[in-house]
């Protein structure tokens, strides 16, 4: 499909996806896309990432239940970052993080340390049943 | 400075840096910054970036005049991925992008295709005299 081919995928083949909280405008997370991520994502109108860790792709929300719902996709003008707004789905409020928090921007500069600064909405032992 | 080696830096020694304005939420821009990048923008308030095709510390706005004061500084769960809340200086609203729109992500998947969905607020041509 020509419009992934728009995409200036790295050396790796990837491209860095921002996921913003439609409703809240919040920032939720950023992850990585392969080609096949993003057609899955654009197909599905669920996020589906390519984990760098494990190494394949990431429906997110297969474990946690947390799935992204995905209302709008927006490319960058230089081509190489791509931007969801999503729904966070699975619980209220939402729940993007792997820690239980809202949002993984949850540590904020507080003069020469990081500080969390944000809730734990759910022990992540809890959502991790699956 | 310690806060700066919690950060998992890249094989280039860069971290993805998401400026988000602070009074809309609006996503504008994702650049990149180096150690010695982040550790301006702390200290000045302003966002220091590094370019990746000029292969040297950008201070946005440098040339435009539309710099971004920096109110917060987030970390991201996996310590790989900054998010800065900005004001975006110079125009009203704020211009973060060359191409004078106010975010780079204005392009959306309509379809099968990228189609400009966010109005030119200052042509260019007018922005870049210096």
């Given at each position: 499909m020509s419009w992934l081919d728009d995409i200036k995928w790295d050396r790796d083949g990837l491209v860095p996806v921002i996921a913003q909280e439609a409703a809240s405008g919040d920032v939720l997370?950023?992850?990585?896309?392969?080609?096949?991520?993003?057609?899955?994502?654009?197909?599905?109108?669920?996020?589906?990432?390519w984990s760098r860790s494990r190494r394949r792709l990431w429906h997110k929300g297969e474990e946690s239940g947390h799935f992204q719902q995905v209302h709008d996709i927006r490319l960058d003008c230089d081509a190489d970052v791509v931007l969801?707004?999503?729904?966070?789905?699975?619980?209220?409020?939402?729940?993007?993080?792997?820690?239980?928090?809202?949002?993984?921007?949850?540590?904020?500069?507080?003069?020469?340390?990081?500080q969390a600064v944000e809730p734990v909405l759910q022990d992540p032992a809890t959502i991790y049943r699956r």
């Open positions: 997370m950023l992850a990585w896309m392969n080609r096949e991520a993003l057609a899955l994502t654009a197909a599905r109108g669920q996020a589906v990432y969801l707004k999503v729904t966070q789905l699975g619980h209220d409020p939402g729940i993007a993080c792997h820690t239980g928090r809202h949002s993984c921007f949850y540590s904020a500069l507080n003069g020469d340390r990081w």
